[in-house]
């Protein structure tokens, strides 16, 4: 499976972006798809995922309300619509495919959980 995201750039405070990320592979459609972030000196960490269908969507608390998960499946594309950014949104986001289909409700995924991953895309949002 690769992964190819894009969508990145520099934006002000209160703005959006959209991050796209398109999948090769044929088992796209059956999996859970993610995306991280990672800012200078820090861990990755969570910020959305979807399960294979798009109905199922988990979010970090940071971003909740902010950002939107979607995929299209027919595209092989996942989504990330981002909005009401703040300057500690700023990272290198990733998007990743999930081993699973699709996670009980509530459940906060984890590094673990995701098999394949991109190469990355800059968000800086400048205050």
């Known amino acids: 499976v690769q992964l190819q995201a894009s969508g990145g750039g520099l934006v002000q405070t209160g703005g959006s972006l959209r991050l796209s990320c398109t999948v090769a592979?044929?088992?796209?459609?059956?999996?859970?798809m993610g995306w991280f972030r990672q800012a200078p000196g820090k861990e990755r960490e969570f910020v959305a995922a979807a399960s294979w269908s798009g109905r199922d969507t988990y979010y970090s608390e940071s971003v909740k309300g902010r950002f939107t998960i979607s995929r299209d499946n027919a595209k092989s594309t996942v989504y990330l619509q981002m909005s009401s950014l703040k300057p500690e949104d700023t990272a290198v986001y990733y998007c990743a495919a999930g081993y699973n289909s699709d996670y009980e409700p509530g459940y906060r995924p984890q590094l673990g959980d995701f098999a394949s991953w991109g190469q990355g895309t800059q968000v800086t949002v400048s205050s």
């Open positions: 592979g044929r088992t796209f459609t059956s999996r859970v």
